[in-house]
């Protein structure tokens, strides 16, 4: 059974009214930072999720992870739906759902001793006596690579940025989750500890047999992490598939930008990819089809009527381009370009 599946989820913020909309008379704004996702986490998977700054990774995994009630859409938890959960189930929920914070000077308590920290979520759910927390404590921290003889009775100014991230981690798998979500985990911390800090994170998922959600704008990061990839633009799922699929064989005009702006060392290859035009807009009183059309070399008019959702939940690659079945017609205006 699927771990958590997301259904239909949107999620609509409405911007303050100004004076002069008031004035005018003109409607409230707002953002849609969700449309219309599905998503299906598997047991023991890394799905990895990208897309540029703003595109609605993070307001997926809040909502994805109980944070955030979605404006429309379920969320579901084996099966069972978060809205409907009674007491028992919800706390159920809350233990096997964690997060891994993005930032790891600012998620740690600082008047807490890590040991503290780390032991802040058992003990706050009453999930085992003492001894038992403290013992679980030790061998999470020792797990995370912190020797807890060393570190148990420190405070976090005493640590480097790997060191609270490593916390972070701890603090989170003390819990036993089925599921973690690491939202850009490695965006604050030095670029020469993050493989460590990545590694660390894969093999706890194997030897502890949770499933992670990674977001990062990094694709190459998500090569690297990540069994299944989805892409997100503006809200919208773009493509969604194995790691290697979407990475050799992107079919959204978008996927296969993104998969251009990673850097080859090498000037004479040309990768025959669609050229992006204008800026990243902002979701605002979205038009109702693709997104990506203002951007697409191949927009038609139906990309601006029409937005096909993805299914997400067959772990086969799926792309929400509705110009997919027209390749000549894109590798002509790619030619052309
Ligand atoms: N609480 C909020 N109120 C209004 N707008 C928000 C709120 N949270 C996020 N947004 C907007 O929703 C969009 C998606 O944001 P976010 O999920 O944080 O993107 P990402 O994590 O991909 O950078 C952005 O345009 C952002 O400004
Ligand atoms: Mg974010």
């Known amino acids: 059974m699927d771990i958590l599946s997301l259904n239909n989820i949107s999620q609509e913020f409405f911007l303050p009214r100004k004076l002069t909309d008031i004035v005018t008379n003109r409607p409230a704004r707002s953002i849609r930072a969700v449309q219309s996702m599905n998503l299906a ?34 969320v579901l938890h084996r099966g069972q739906a978060l809205t409907a959960m009674d007491e028992q189930t919800k706390k159920t929920f809350r233990r096997s759902v964690q997060i891994i914070f993005q930032d790891p ?6 008047r807490f001793e890590i040991g503290d ?19 679980k404590v030790r061998s999470i921290l020792a797990a995370v690579g912190l020797d807890p003889d060393r570190f148990i009775k420190r405070y976090p100014h005493e640590l480097s940025g790997g060191e609270r991230q490593r916390v972070g981690i701890a ?3 003390v819990m036993e989750p089925d599921i973690v979500f690491a939202d850009e985990p490695l965006s604050m911390l030095d670029v020469s500890i993050r493989a ?30 990540a069994d299944r990839i989805m892409i997100m633009y503006l809200g919208q799922a773009v493509e969604i598939g194995s790691a290697h699929d979407v990475l050799t064989n992107p079919k959204h005009p978008y996927t296969k930008a993104l998969i251009s702006a990673v850097p080859i060392p090498d000037p004479t290859i040309d990768r025959g990819v669609p050229k992006i035009i204008g800026d990243l807009s902002m979701p605002v009183n979205a038009h109702k089809g693709c997104q990506f059309a203002p951007r697409c070399p ?37 030619d052309a370009n």
């Open 41 to 74: 986490i598997h047991e023991n998977e890394i799905l990895g999720i990208a897309g540029e700054s703003g595109c609605g990774k993070s307001t997926t995994c809040m909502i994805a992870a109980g944070l955030l009630a979605p404006t429309d859409g379920d």
């Open 105 to 110: 000077y600012e998620s740690l308590n600082p």
């Open 117 to 135: 920290t780390v032991a802040e979520g058992p003990r706050a759910m009453n999930l085992w006596p003492e001894e038992v927390i403290q013992e």
């Open 171 to 173: 603090a989170a798998l």
């Open 196 to 225: 460590d800090i990545l590694t660390l994170i894969k093999t706890l998922a194997a030897e502890r047999k949770f499933s992670c959600v990674y977001v990062s704008h990094d694709l190459s990061i998500l090569g690297n992490v």
């Open 298 to 334: 191949y927009a038609q008019d139906t990309c601006w009527q029409e937005f096909k959702s993805l299914s997400g939940v067959t772990g086969l690659h799926e792309s929400a381009c509705l110009r997919e079945d027209a390749p000549d017609v894109l590798n002509e205006v790619v």
